[in-house]
């Protein structure tokens, strides 16, 4: 066998580096790289699939959070309610808000229970559907009461801003003040102010159970 010429020995060496190559390719390149891509697939799968849990998480978080606000806000609001046993109460209540305002109370008038008087809901305009009471739907019944004070301007604003800060919940309508006539002997720097308004509350029955 002859010596392989060196044009003949280059083009062996370059076929054999070739051959290597193509190998390399087929036997670690592509399959490696079709890994790598598979798991960089996965990966973000993975990761999408992180992220869509997290954000599931954080709502869920706020949600709760919500929930316990809200629950909150209805235990402070019912413990503002008085029950039907607890009107009697109520008005020694505002008596006793009078006497420290020093007020002259002349008037106070307990409309019926359940509902009416001048604090229920106006009927609705013909063709308009009739608004709901506040307490519809929850269970509980509408108190009313008329309530007329007497006195000076501090006094009377002392005695309004006492209802509207009530540790029990009471909404005020139909407010009118009206200056009355000095009495004999009486100076005319303060003048004694009427003041007539509608207290409107809202009470759980004893049927709503026990607090």
Do not use: C, H
């Not at 929930?67 to 019912?78: A, C, P, S």
């Not at 503002?80 to 009078?98: D, H, M, Y």
């Not at 604003?157 to 009355?180: C, H, Q």
């Not at 000095?182 to 009470?203: C, H, N, Q």
């Amino acid at each position: 066998m002859r010596p392989l010429l060196p044009r003949e020995k280059v083009i062996v060496w370059f076929l054999a580096v070739l051959v290597i190559g193509i190998g390399f390719y087929y036997l670690v390149y592509a399959p490696k790289s079709a890994e790598i891509n598979a798991a960089s697939q996965e990966l973000k799968k993975a990761k999408d699939e992180l992220t869509r849990l997290q954000a599931q998480a954080a709502r869920r978080e706020q949600i709760e959070r919500r929930l316990k606000e809200l629950q909150q806000q209805v235990k402070e609001t019912e413990a503002k309610l008085p029950t039907s046993r607890e009107i009697p109460t109520l008005l020694v209540q505002l008596e006793g808000l009078a006497s420290q305002t020093g007020a002259n109370l002349t008037l106070i008038r307990p409309g019926p229970a359940g509902g009416g008087g001048q604090g229920a809901p106006q009927p609705a305009r013909p063709g308009a559907p009739a608004a709901p009471a506040p307490g519809a739907g929850l269970g509980l019944q509408q108190f009313a009461l008329e309530l007329t004070a007497e006195g000076t301007y501090d006094v009377v604003e002392s005695f309004v801003r006492g209802i509207e800060n009530f540790p029990r919940f009471i909404a005020m309508s139909d407010l009118k003040i009206t200056p009355l006539p000095p009495r004999a002997g009486e100076s005319g720097d303060r003048p004694r102010l009427s003041v007539g308004l509608t207290a409107t509350t809202y009470f759980v029955p004893e049927s709503g159970g026990a607090r």
